[in-house]
């Protein structure tokens, strides 16, 4: 806001006295740091949670769910999960003050293995390895250590204004929360949709657990490169491969080829010379190879290759090789079968696809479908990523991925071991090096590999048994039926789900909620393997039991304890495996939702989930799929993302670099405020930039609307409802005015309920600036200082300003917790509630808006900008100190705009002492404006003398005797204030 409330009358004014000078105890300075804990304090001291509660509930009010995701209870809160958490108080105070009871529950996701990562190294740190911990210590800590965290983030939510049930979160390692996460998995398990198998999938030597997509980030990193011979059986050629992952080749079991590829019988006549090359090429003359014709250059230069013929074409369909490595031990010497495969190109490689099952997906697939078993899928690395002991020497023992010391996560031994046994078996065409994008653990950051374990899934394909549509039918379905906010999250979340393979759920690790099934002798679970009635009441005693206990009373248990009774427990096997975590975090909706009865169990949908776009294969997706699996429709109506915080360059923060910023800093350093102005402001839906310069451009916004409401504030000192002017009787500026009340009633809310935040600042902020400061205000001060009390123009200016305040408070009240509540109960409107945050956006009536009248004084404003335009070269070239030392002419053209102005005082609007305004065209000298060529302006100074009161110029004839240095308007109200 201009610095309006800075230009009052000098203090030797003698009629001081008689002047309306604006008075508040509201600040400028708002002191946010220090000032903002003072508020949360008085807030929780006051139960204002439970009081917006018990007023939605007076009220009748239709509830608004917004359910939190669960952060991490793992290490201090950061820029982005403040914003979060943010956007979301900015979600539930907008629409409980748009008259929805809007509670917000927040919560915490305190299994896996970040915890567990953690307190291994605690344990590490007392010199104990984790097998060294017994269990129950073991995750008895891990729930010590999540707890911890919880609190000190709870201070950082609460830090930044964010209001809701505090002293009750859900947490996912309540007892409560872990038995109905139970109950959910048993859920699913007894629909049919959960099997078993040994297909490959991510597994983190590191970690030594399996993974997930979810779990997974890509980085490149460069590997080993070979191309190895396959000796054809009864023939004198080999057929060519090429992996970069050579450690795979022991665990072979079949070469890949595409019946759609054309492949020749190559004979290599030449090869470079070791004096070339520096060393002796693998490749040697007389070499028979066979691979695709179309990759036949690029295996050529890759093998040093300087002379090949083509002999024939070949047909390998029925062709089996020996294993490269059949001469180094009898372990190797089985058949190597030839299989057709669809996943086979000639777009890189050789045509051909080195087949390891137990590493590979389409490895596995294509080894199944040729009709063998999941049973013959040799297995030969354990879980440390090694090869066993059955592995001969030299490989045997060896490591994939260095596990543990400052080299972990980088290459092990296998590689190099590999290829210097291939070289030596004669069986190595050529090596080199290359960079490939490959998954990497999130949490360890280490690669990870493909390993066929045994595993838990939920199937994506499979009909429930009850006849459902399969799950992934489902969730498309749910997709299809949810609003997105960005709209292309909807595209995005369904190429995921489309495309996603059935839903590992499995783990191998201690910390988290087991996987509750006991395992029949013959290989099947109890959800199978007994009558449904027998196998829930195996499920009711499991979920009393840890209802009770929590997960320590399975860990803790034998199967007898939940087959007693109903079957011969002889011979049965507990899993003790653990749910993958994003099944713990996508079963929130269950225990947070709908146990605490916040949302009907059989149908309820919360009204929306907001997270970051990250979550659209995270959290989204899995509680997506976890609703569908057991009630068969998404869990939500609406899903928004945002995207993550970058500095100002767009680079990713990163405490490396050393451009990331602590919540705790800035909140002590500008004011959380500041933050959540930033975020309002900001385009959520994209990556987020901050820095210096652009928290300096929002402490402006700040100051602005700040300042806009320390000016209503004091222009309302001691207004009453008695002063109060009818709209109908107000002058034409106050009726523009409340047109655009309206037409900001109607877009703020439209923002807010479409959670475009940046809209809502952006048209408040707008209006602050333009409308009130740099016009309304600017033109009104006059009026509100020195009109007589009783005037109209006056008490309808201050009307006006009590609707505006009205409106300002409660508007901004969701992004400026803080400020608002200060300059609430500062305000008029104190007495109509404990705090502003109690109230609703007022309705705005509808005979407000006048869109004839608003064309109108937008033309009044266009010739005004003219005429502002040329009083301030006046003012700049020091030919007038202020304003009301001009008279301007206007000389109009067009007579639209010239009839706008009839009942108005011209040099009321122009903040002149005098001002004519003339039909016809101006002189050439004249000051224009380019976009309104029918106007020009010829300012002009003031004539008569200075208001000893109100500072126009005047005519001293027409001057009360009285008073006769001031105007008739300013005796007018001496008279009346002194009586």
């Known amino acids: 806001m201009a610095d309006t409330d800075t230009k009052k009358p000098k203090a030797e004014n003698p009629y001081k006295d008689t002047l309306f000078l604006p008075t508040t105890e509201f600040p400028m300075r708002g002191g946010l740091p220090k000032a903002e804990p003072k508020w949360i304090e008085k807030w929780d001291s006051m139960d204002l949670y439970g009081k917006l509660r018990a007023d939605a509930k007076a009220r009748g009010a239709k509830p608004f769910i917004l359910h939190d995701g669960p952060p991490y209870a793992n290490g201090p809160i950061h820029l982005g999960t403040a914003m979060n958490k943010i956007l979301k108080d900015m979600v539930v105070r907008s629409h409980q003050m748009t008259g929805f009871d809007a509670s917000y529950l927040p919560g915490w996701d305190c299994h896996g293995l970040p915890i567990e990562w953690k307190v291994e190294e605690q344990f590490r740190s007392k010199g104990r390895t984790k097998d060294d911990v017994p269990g129950d210590e073991f995750r008895r800590a891990c729930r010590e250590y999540a707890a911890e965290w919880i609190e000190v983030q709870k201070e950082g939510f609460r830090r930044c204004g964010v209001e809701g049930e505090w002293d009750d979160p859900y947490l996912t390692m309540n007892f409560e929360s872990e038995a109905a996460t139970v109950r959910e998995f048993l859920n699913v398990a007894m629909g049919g949709r959960l099997v078993r198998g040994a297909k490959p999938v991510m597994w983190s030597p590191v970690e030594r657990t399996a993974l997930a997509e979810a779990e997974v980030e890509y980085h490149d990193r460069k590997v080993p490169t070979i191309w190895v011979k396959f000796p054809v059986r009864g023939e004198d050629f080999a057929v060519i491969i090429w992996t970069t992952t050579p450690w795979t080749i022991p665990v072979n079991q079949a070469v890949s080829y595409s019946p759609n590829i054309n492949y020749g019988l190559y004979e290599v006549k030449a090869v470079m010379s070791e004096e070339e090359l520096g060393f002796a090429p693998y490749a040697k003359p007389g070499d ?48 190597i079968p030839m299989l057709a495969g669809d996943h086979v190109t000639a777009d890189a490689g050789t045509g051909f696809v080195h087949t390891a099952p137990a590493h590979g997906e389409d490895d596995y697939n294509v080894f199944i479908a040729s009709g063998r078993q999941s049973s013959e899928v040799r297995q030969i690395v354990d879980a440390d990523g090694c090869y066993t002991e059955e592995v001969p020497e030299p490989l045997g023992g060896l490591d994939i991925i260095r596990t543990s010391g400052k080299k972990r996560g980088q290459p092990g031994k296998a590689n190099d071991a590999v290829i210097k046994l291939l070289a030596e078996s004669g069986n190595l065409l050529a090596r080199g090096v290359t960079t490939i994008r490959d998954a990497h653990s999130w949490r360890s950051k280490a690669p990870v590999i493909r390993r066929a374990t045994p595993q838990w899934f939920i199937a994506m394909d499979t009909p429930g048994k009850d006849g459902s549509a399969p799950l992934r039918e489902m969730a498309l379905k749910g997709i299809e039926e949810t609003h997105f906010v960005p709209a292309t999250g909807r595209n995005r979340i369904n190429a995921m789900v489309a495309d996603r393979p059935d839903w590992l759920i499995s783990r191998q690790r201690n910390w988290g909620v087991p996987i509750t099934l006991l395992v029949s002798p013959d290989g099947r679970p109890h959800t199978d393997a007994l009558s449904d009635n027998e196998a829930q009441e195996v499920n009711q005693r499991i979920l009393e039991a840890i209802r009770a206990e929590g997960v320590e009373a399975w860990f803790s248990a034998e199967p007898a304890k939940f087959l007693d009774g109903i079957t011969d427990p002889e011979g049965w096997e507990k899993v003790n495996d653990v749910l993958d975590v994003w099944f713990d975090s996508g079963t929130t909706h269950a225990f947070a939702l709908r146990d605490r009865g916040i949302i009907d169990d059989a149908t309820g949908q919360a009204d929306v989930y907001l997270e970051g776009s990250d979550q659209h294969r995270g959290w989204f997706q899995s509680s997506l ?355």
Request: hydrophobic letters at 40%; aromatic letters at 8%; a negative charge.
């Open 288 to 335: 028979k190879l066979v691979f695709a014709d179309d990759l036949a250059q690029s295996i050529q230069d890759s093998a040093k290759i300087t002379e090949m013929v083509r002999i024939q074409d070949v047909n390998p369909a029925s062709w089996v090789m020996d294993h490269p490595l059949a001469g180094v031990d009898p372990f190797w010497q089985h058949d």
């Open 625 to 979: 799929l976890e609703n569908c699996a057991t009630r068969g429709f998404a869990p939500f109506r609406q899903v928004v993302t945002h995207g993550m915080i970058v500095d100002g360059d767009g680079k990713k923060m990163s405490k490396s670099i050393g451009n990331t910023i602590d919540p705790k800093d800035f909140a002590n350093q500008n004011g959380i405020e500041i933050l959540r102005i930033w975020t309002a402001s900001s385009d959520y839906t994209e990556d987020l930039r901050i820095s210096p310069e652009i928290i300096k451009g929002v402490a402006e916004t700040y100051r602005r609307l700040r300042n806009t409401l320390r000016y209503l504030l004091g222009g309302l000192h001691g207004f009453s409802e008695a002063e109060a002017v009818e709209p109908a009787d107000m002058p034409g500026l106050e009726r523009w005015v409340l047109h655009r009340l309206s037409e900001l009633d109607e877009g703020v809310r439209e923002a807010y309920t479409a959670f475009d935040f940046k809209r809502v600042m952006a048209q408040l902020v707008n209006f602050c600036s333009v409308d009130l400061s740099a016009v309304y205000f600017d033109i009104r001060k006059d009026s509100l200082y020195c009109d007589a009390p009783s005037s109209l123009r006056r008490r309808a200016n201050r009307t006006v300003m009590a609707a505006i305040m009205e409106r300002l408070l409660v508007w901004l009240a969701p992004v400026m917790p803080f400020t608002t509540e200060e300059a609430f109960l500062m305000s008029v409107f104190s007495d109509r509630a404990e705090s502003v945050h109690l109230l609703q956006f007022p309705e705005t009536p509808s005979a407000w808006r006048d869109g004839d009248l608003a064309a109108r004084w937008d033309k009044i404003f266009r010739v005004r900008r003219v005429v502002t335009g040329a009083i301030e070269i006046e003012r700049k070239e020091k030919r007038i100190r202020s304003s009301l030392e001009a008279a301007p002419q206007v000389f109009i053209t067009d007579e639209s705009l010239l009839s706008v102005f009839e009942g108005e005082t011209p040099e009321d609007i122009f903040i002149t002492s005098q001002a004519r305004l003339v039909a016809g065209d101006a002189p050439a000298d004249a000051f224009r404006l380019p976009e309104e060529p029918a106007i020009g302006v010829v300012p002009g100074e003031a004539s008569g003398i200075k208001c000893a009161r109100s500072w126009k110029y005047f005519d001293p004839e027409t001057a009360d005797p009285a008073f006769p240095d001031v105007t008739a308007r300013d005796a007018a109200a001496i008279r009346e204030i002194r009586g």
